[in-house]
């Protein structure tokens, strides 16, 4: 499941951030598999994945977020308007640090080659 959210939506409605709070509280104390991951450690796992019993030790979910002013950050980044033969022709967007695939990535084609599985 997707989680997008903005830290101006949660600092300009407080109740909302009680609410996804009490709402993660109680997602963590009932499933024991349950992972909050950045959309890098998501793509991380779709090239290498592993099952439940080996998320908890998969390197990429060990890493912890950085703020935005150290070097891992990314200097430019890239707003790629991309479809893929999955998504029949629709265009998605994608942004990257690194330079835009040529096809949008995709379950069985990750890197965005435009492989057909």
Same mark, same amino acid.
């Given at each position: 499941?997707? @989680?997008?959210?903005?830290?101006?939506? +949660? $600092?300009?409605?407080? #109740? @909302?951030?009680? /609410?996804? +709070?009490?709402?993660?509280? #109680?997602? +963590? !104390?009932?499933?024991?598999?349950?992972?909050? =991951?950045? @959309?890098?450690?998501?793509?991380?796992? @779709?090239?290498?994945? =592993?099952?439940? %019993?080996?998320?908890? $030790?998969?390197? /990429?979910? $060990?890493? $912890?977020?950085?703020?935005?002013?150290? #070097? %891992?950050?990314? =200097?430019? !980044?890239? *707003?790629?308007?991309? %479809? !893929?033969?999955?998504? &029949?022709?629709?265009?998605?967007?994608?942004?990257?640090? *690194?330079?835009?695939? !040529?096809?949008?990535?995709?379950? &069985?084609? =990750?890197? &965005?080659? &435009?492989?057909?599985?």
């Amino acid at each position: 499941m997707g @989680m997008f959210l903005h830290a101006a939506w +949660l $600092k300009k409605q407080p #109740e @909302m951030l009680d /609410a996804l +709070l009490f709402w993660l509280d #109680e997602v +963590l !104390s009932t499933y024991d598999d349950v992972y909050l =991951v950045t @959309m890098s450690q998501v793509l991380a796992w @779709m090239q290498s994945p =592993v099952d439940s %019993s080996g998320a908890v $030790k998969f390197p /990429a979910w $060990k890493q $912890k977020c950085t703020a935005l002013d150290t #070097e %891992s950050t990314c =200097v430019s !980044s890239q *707003n790629c308007q991309l %479809s !893929s033969p999955q998504l &029949g022709g629709i265009k998605q967007r994608l942004q990257t640090c *690194n330079t835009c695939p !040529s096809y949008y990535p995709w379950v &069985g084609d =990750v890197a &965005g080659q &435009g492989v057909q599985v």
